[in-house]
């Protein structure tokens, strides 16, 4: 299922910094479905930040309506689980704590959470997540582990790291943006692909060769997720100008992409 990734919209809503924009939090599900055909929302923990919890219960609200579900909240910020830093670990429970109300409160299935990656006893930092996943658990939302950045890297260490805290409620949202600093962005995806529940697909990240199109990338990786069982959510998102544009572009190619792979499964 496309999604739409709703920090796209950011600047468009009133505050965001576009002296024109008219758009409030409330209405960016009515645009996902009216403008973009997507039926679903991934929302950034920051496009929150300072809203009240009446807020969040008119998003809620407008998305049930609307028949385009807030499905699920991802954090940016790497959270540090195990750290040996004093407070450290306590300060990571802590904003998961208040994540996973916010990600119950509008209705989310997932919850998306960087961890940092530090040097240390594997298994200590093992069970320091598991227990957050324990935590994320109690409001039945799943915990899904974003690689990159200053967060656990590479598709080995995602996998090793899933495995080690086991359960049902633990897996991961692979992004483009990762996948695309690797040596190998289609291979990244499908190892990842197994082990996801959602996907984010930021546009802006796709760098191509001179002649290739981008769209037409994105629609290659899509077909070979699906070929390993990725059968979940993708959530579609483009920063800078144009978002609307460039992601109704992008949701064409891919439904072409995903029509012909079906087509290819029936075979």
């Given at each position: 299922?496309?999604?739409?990734?709703?920090?796209?919209?950011?600047?468009?809503?009133v505050?965001?910094?576009?002296?024109?924009?008219?758009?409030q939090?409330?209405?960016?599900?009515?645009?996902?479905?009216?403008?973009?055909?997507?039926?679903?929302?991934?929302?950034?923990?920051?496009?929150?930040?300072?809203?009240?919890?009446?807020?969040?219960?008119r998003?809620?609200?407008?998305?049930?309506?609307?028949?385009?579900?807030?499905?699920?909240?991802?954090?940016?910020?790497?959270?540090?689980?195990?750290?040996?830093?004093a407070?450290?670990?306590e300060?990571?429970?802590?904003?998961?704590?208040?994540?996973?109300?916010?990600?119950?409160?509008?209705?989310?299935?997932s919850?998306?959470?960087?961890?940092?990656?530090?040097?240390?006893?594997?298994?200590?930092?093992?069970?320091?997540?598991?227990?957050?996943?324990k935590?994320v658990?109690?409001?039945?939302?799943?915990?899904l582990?974003?690689?990159?950045?200053?967060?656990?890297?590479?598709?080995?260490?995602?996998?090793?790291?899933?495995?080690?805290?086991?359960?049902f409620?633990?897996?991961?949202?692979?992004?483009?943006?990762?996948?695309?600093?690797?040596?190998?962005?289609?291979?990244?995806?499908?190892?990842?692909?197994?082990?996801?529940?959602?996907?984010l697909?930021?546009?802006?990240?796709?760098?191509?060769?001179?002649?290739?199109?981008?769209?037409?990338?994105?629609?290659?990786?899509?077909?070979?997720?699906?070929?390993?069982?990725?059968?979940?959510?993708?959530?579609?998102?483009?920063a800078g100008?144009?978002?609307?544009?460039?992601i109704?572009?992008?949701?064409?190619?891919?439904?072409?992409?995903?029509?012909a792979?079906?087509?290819?499964?029936?075979?």
């Amino acid at each position: 299922m496309l999604i739409l990734e709703a920090g796209s919209l950011a600047s468009m809503l009133v505050g965001g910094g576009r002296k024109t924009a008219s758009l409030q939090l409330w209405d960016i599900p009515s645009v996902a479905i009216e403008d973009l055909g997507l039926r679903g929302l991934s929302i950034p923990a920051s496009l929150l930040a300072g809203r009240s919890m009446r807020d969040l219960d008119r998003l809620r609200d407008a998305a049930d309506k609307t028949g385009c579900p807030c499905l699920v909240l991802r954090d940016e910020t790497p959270l540090a689980f195990g750290s040996p830093r004093a407070g450290a670990g306590e300060a990571a429970m802590d904003r998961l704590q208040r994540l996973a109300t916010a990600a119950s409160h509008l209705g989310c299935s997932s919850l998306a959470i960087a961890c940092e990656d530090h040097l240390g006893d594997s298994d200590a930092f093992a069970a320091a997540v598991r227990e957050g996943v324990k935590l994320v658990e109690r409001r039945e939302l799943n915990f899904l582990l974003t690689p990159g950045g200053r967060s656990i890297d590479g598709a080995d260490s995602v996998i090793e790291l899933i495995r080690a805290v086991g359960g049902f409620r633990i897996g991961c949202m692979p992004t483009f943006a990762h996948a695309m600093g690797t040596s190998d962005p289609e291979g990244t995806l499908r190892r990842l692909a197994p082990y996801a529940s959602a996907m984010l697909g930021e546009l802006e990240a796709v760098k191509t060769k001179r002649g290739e199109d981008a769209d037409a990338l994105v629609a290659t990786w899509i077909r070979a997720v699906r070929a390993v069982g990725f059968a979940s959510t993708l959530a579609l998102g483009a920063a800078g100008r144009s978002p609307i544009k460039r992601i109704a572009s992008a949701r064409e190619h891919l439904e072409q992409a995903m029509a012909a792979s079906v087509e290819e499964e029936g075979e």
